[in-house]
Protein backbone atom coordinates (compact mmCIF):
# COMPACT_ATOMS: atom_id res chain seq x y z
CA UNK A 1 0.00 0.00 0.00
CA UNK A 2 1.11 3.64 -0.70
CA UNK A 3 2.02 5.64 1.64
CA UNK A 4 3.07 9.86 2.35
CA UNK A 5 4.04 11.11 5.46
CA UNK A 6 4.41 14.93 5.49
CA UNK A 7 6.79 16.71 7.96
CA UNK A 8 6.56 18.74 9.94
CA UNK A 9 2.91 19.35 10.47
CA UNK A 10 2.61 22.81 10.66
CA UNK A 11 5.56 25.43 10.37
CA UNK A 12 6.43 28.80 11.51
CA UNK A 13 8.63 30.99 9.85
CA UNK A 14 9.44 34.52 9.92
CA UNK A 15 9.39 36.58 6.57
CA UNK A 16 12.82 36.05 4.84
CA UNK A 17 13.91 32.83 6.83
CA UNK A 18 14.45 30.42 4.52
CA UNK A 19 13.20 26.69 5.36
CA UNK A 20 12.22 22.98 3.80
CA UNK A 21 9.39 20.73 4.25
CA UNK A 22 9.52 16.58 3.91
CA UNK A 23 7.29 14.28 2.07
CA UNK A 24 8.47 10.70 2.64
CA UNK A 25 7.09 7.79 0.74
CA UNK A 26 6.44 4.24 -0.85
CA UNK A 27 6.15 3.10 -3.60
CA UNK A 28 5.88 0.06 -5.71
CA UNK A 29 6.72 2.22 -8.99
CA UNK A 30 6.66 5.63 -8.70
CA UNK A 31 4.92 7.35 -11.68
CA UNK A 32 5.12 10.65 -10.74
CA UNK A 33 5.17 12.91 -7.20
CA UNK A 34 3.07 16.18 -6.90
CA UNK A 35 3.24 19.47 -5.35
CA UNK A 36 0.21 21.13 -4.03
CA UNK A 37 -0.29 24.36 -2.45
CA UNK A 38 -4.04 24.73 -1.07
CA UNK A 39 -5.58 27.61 0.49
CA UNK A 40 -8.55 27.92 3.02
CA UNK A 41 -11.57 26.56 1.76
CA UNK A 42 -9.62 26.67 -1.92
CA UNK A 43 -9.28 23.23 -3.83
CA UNK A 44 -5.49 22.40 -4.32
CA UNK A 45 -3.32 24.52 -6.64
CA UNK A 46 -0.91 22.67 -9.03
CA UNK A 47 2.99 24.00 -8.09
CA UNK A 48 5.21 20.67 -9.69
CA UNK A 49 5.49 17.35 -10.73
CA UNK A 50 8.98 14.85 -10.40
CA UNK A 51 8.99 11.99 -11.95
CA UNK A 52 12.51 10.41 -11.11
CA UNK A 53 15.32 10.89 -8.37
CA UNK A 54 17.26 13.65 -8.93
CA UNK A 55 14.96 15.74 -10.44
CA UNK A 56 14.60 19.39 -9.58
CA UNK A 57 12.56 21.99 -9.98
CA UNK A 58 11.70 25.70 -9.37
CA UNK A 59 8.94 28.18 -9.39
CA UNK A 60 9.82 31.75 -7.81
CA UNK A 61 10.45 30.99 -4.22
CA UNK A 62 9.79 27.56 -4.61
CA UNK A 63 12.22 24.53 -5.24
CA UNK A 64 10.90 20.68 -5.24
CA UNK A 65 14.06 17.84 -5.12
CA UNK A 66 13.48 14.00 -5.33
CA UNK A 67 14.90 11.07 -4.02
CA UNK A 68 14.12 7.47 -4.46
CA UNK A 69 12.42 7.79 -0.79
CA UNK A 70 11.68 11.19 -0.46
CA UNK A 71 11.12 14.69 -1.57
CA UNK A 72 11.86 18.05 0.02
CA UNK A 73 9.95 21.39 -0.76
CA UNK A 74 12.49 24.48 -0.46
CA UNK A 75 10.97 27.40 0.51
CA UNK A 76 13.63 30.57 0.16
CA UNK A 77 13.03 34.10 1.81
CA UNK A 78 9.20 33.45 1.87
CA UNK A 79 6.72 36.28 1.96
CA UNK A 80 3.38 36.48 4.17
CA UNK A 81 1.50 35.16 1.21
CA UNK A 82 3.47 32.08 0.72
CA UNK A 83 1.09 30.75 4.18
CA UNK A 84 -1.14 27.77 2.99
CA UNK A 85 -0.91 24.22 3.69
CA UNK A 86 1.64 22.27 1.08
CA UNK A 87 0.58 18.86 -0.09
CA UNK A 88 2.41 16.26 -1.61
CA UNK A 89 1.05 13.07 -3.50
CA UNK A 90 2.36 10.21 -5.25
CA UNK A 91 1.03 8.43 -8.30
CA UNK A 92 2.45 4.94 -8.97
CA UNK A 93 3.08 3.16 -12.32
CA UNK A 94 0.98 0.34 -11.50
CA UNK A 95 -2.48 2.12 -11.47
CA UNK A 96 -4.07 5.38 -11.65
CA UNK A 97 -4.48 6.09 -8.14
CA UNK A 98 -3.09 9.03 -6.71
CA UNK A 99 -1.94 9.00 -2.58
CA UNK A 100 -2.16 12.42 -0.73
CA UNK A 101 -0.16 13.20 2.77
CA UNK A 102 -2.15 14.97 5.51
CA UNK A 103 -0.12 18.26 4.76
CA UNK A 104 2.40 20.82 6.06
CA UNK A 105 0.59 23.99 7.13
CA UNK A 106 2.70 26.78 7.08
CA UNK A 107 2.56 30.42 8.41
CA UNK A 108 5.12 32.79 7.24
CA UNK A 109 4.85 36.13 9.49
CA UNK A 110 5.66 39.39 8.49
CA UNK B 1 -10.40 29.72 -19.08
CA UNK B 2 -9.17 26.00 -18.27
CA UNK B 3 -11.60 25.06 -15.67
CA UNK B 4 -13.27 22.29 -13.28
CA UNK B 5 -16.53 23.14 -11.79
CA UNK B 6 -18.47 21.74 -8.91
CA UNK B 7 -21.89 21.96 -8.22
CA UNK B 8 -23.48 22.63 -5.61
CA UNK B 9 -20.59 24.03 -4.04
CA UNK B 10 -22.66 23.85 -0.66
CA UNK B 11 -25.19 21.58 0.37
CA UNK B 12 -27.18 20.59 3.94
CA UNK B 13 -29.08 17.46 3.51
CA UNK B 14 -30.56 14.72 5.29
CA UNK B 15 -30.14 11.31 6.15
CA UNK B 16 -31.22 9.10 3.34
CA UNK B 17 -32.01 11.64 0.75
CA UNK B 18 -30.39 10.69 -2.38
CA UNK B 19 -28.10 13.29 -4.16
CA UNK B 20 -26.04 13.86 -7.10
CA UNK B 21 -22.80 16.75 -6.92
CA UNK B 22 -21.84 17.32 -10.60
CA UNK B 23 -18.36 18.22 -11.94
CA UNK B 24 -17.67 19.38 -15.52
CA UNK B 25 -14.00 19.84 -17.03
CA UNK B 26 -13.40 21.79 -20.19
CA UNK B 27 -9.96 20.78 -20.81
CA UNK B 28 -10.88 17.42 -23.02
CA UNK B 29 -9.33 15.58 -20.01
CA UNK B 30 -9.60 11.45 -20.39
CA UNK B 31 -8.91 11.69 -16.52
CA UNK B 32 -11.12 12.66 -14.17
CA UNK B 33 -11.68 11.44 -10.63
CA UNK B 34 -13.71 12.42 -6.99
CA UNK B 35 -11.85 12.81 -3.44
CA UNK B 36 -12.84 14.10 -0.09
CA UNK B 37 -11.09 15.91 2.79
CA UNK B 38 -11.34 15.64 6.43
CA UNK B 39 -9.40 17.00 9.10
CA UNK B 40 -6.49 14.59 10.20
CA UNK B 41 -7.31 12.46 7.19
CA UNK B 42 -6.03 14.41 4.00
CA UNK B 43 -7.47 13.78 1.21
CA UNK B 44 -8.76 10.74 -0.40
CA UNK B 45 -9.51 9.71 -3.43
CA UNK B 46 -12.95 7.70 -4.19
CA UNK B 47 -12.99 6.94 -7.29
CA UNK B 48 -11.40 7.89 -10.51
CA UNK B 49 -12.28 7.68 -14.24
CA UNK B 50 -9.38 6.83 -16.89
CA UNK B 51 -11.93 7.65 -19.67
CA UNK B 52 -15.43 7.37 -20.86
CA UNK B 53 -17.54 4.42 -19.26
CA UNK B 54 -14.19 3.07 -17.58
CA UNK B 55 -14.04 4.02 -13.66
CA UNK B 56 -12.36 2.32 -10.98
CA UNK B 57 -12.37 1.69 -6.78
CA UNK B 58 -10.10 4.52 -4.96
CA UNK B 59 -9.27 4.29 -1.14
CA UNK B 60 -12.49 5.03 0.00
CA UNK B 61 -15.46 4.01 -2.39
CA UNK B 62 -18.07 3.01 0.33
CA UNK B 63 -21.10 4.50 0.34
CA UNK B 64 -20.80 6.33 -4.05
CA UNK B 65 -21.52 5.92 -7.19
CA UNK B 66 -20.27 7.35 -10.09
CA UNK B 67 -20.86 7.30 -13.84
CA UNK B 68 -18.82 8.58 -17.13
CA UNK B 69 -21.48 8.72 -19.74
CA UNK B 70 -19.52 11.62 -21.42
CA UNK B 71 -15.77 12.74 -21.77
CA UNK B 72 -16.51 16.35 -19.84
CA UNK B 73 -18.64 15.23 -16.93
CA UNK B 74 -18.20 12.67 -13.92
CA UNK B 75 -21.06 12.72 -11.11
CA UNK B 76 -20.25 11.70 -8.02
CA UNK B 77 -23.88 10.07 -6.50
CA UNK B 78 -24.31 9.57 -3.09
CA UNK B 79 -27.99 7.33 -3.18
CA UNK B 80 -28.18 7.18 0.92
CA UNK B 81 -26.23 9.73 2.31
CA UNK B 82 -25.02 9.18 6.01
CA UNK B 83 -23.66 11.92 8.40
CA UNK B 84 -19.97 10.40 8.50
CA UNK B 85 -20.29 11.57 4.33
CA UNK B 86 -20.13 14.96 5.77
CA UNK B 87 -16.94 16.32 4.40
CA UNK B 88 -15.68 18.71 1.54
CA UNK B 89 -15.31 16.97 -1.83
CA UNK B 90 -13.33 17.72 -4.59
CA UNK B 91 -13.12 16.87 -7.85
CA UNK B 92 -10.34 16.69 -10.49
CA UNK B 93 -8.94 16.35 -13.87
CA UNK B 94 -5.65 15.60 -16.21
CA UNK B 95 -5.13 15.07 -19.48
CA UNK B 96 -4.16 11.20 -18.46
CA UNK B 97 -2.97 9.76 -15.73
CA UNK B 98 0.70 11.29 -14.83
CA UNK B 99 -0.30 14.69 -15.88
CA UNK B 100 -0.77 17.72 -13.83
CA UNK B 101 -4.32 17.01 -12.00
CA UNK B 102 -6.58 20.05 -11.91
CA UNK B 103 -8.93 20.58 -9.10
CA UNK B 104 -12.47 22.03 -8.67
CA UNK B 105 -13.35 24.53 -5.98
CA UNK B 106 -14.74 21.89 -3.65
CA UNK B 107 -18.55 21.15 -2.55
CA UNK B 108 -19.19 21.29 1.36
CA UNK B 109 -21.58 18.15 2.20
CA UNK B 110 -23.23 18.43 5.53
CA UNK B 111 -25.70 15.23 5.89
CA UNK B 112 -27.65 15.62 9.45
Known amino acids: EDQVTQSPEALRLQEGESSSLNCSYTVSGLRGLFWYRQDPGKGPEFLFTLYSAGEEKEKERLKATLTKKESFLHITAPKPEDSATYLCAVQETSGSRLTFGEGTQLTVNP | EAQVTQNPRYLITVTGKKLTVTCSQNMNHEYMSWYRQDPGLGLRQIYYSMNVEVTDKGDVPEGYKVSRKEKRNFPLILESPSPNQTSLYFC???????????FGEGSWLTVV
Open chain 2, 92 to 102: ASSFTSGNTIY
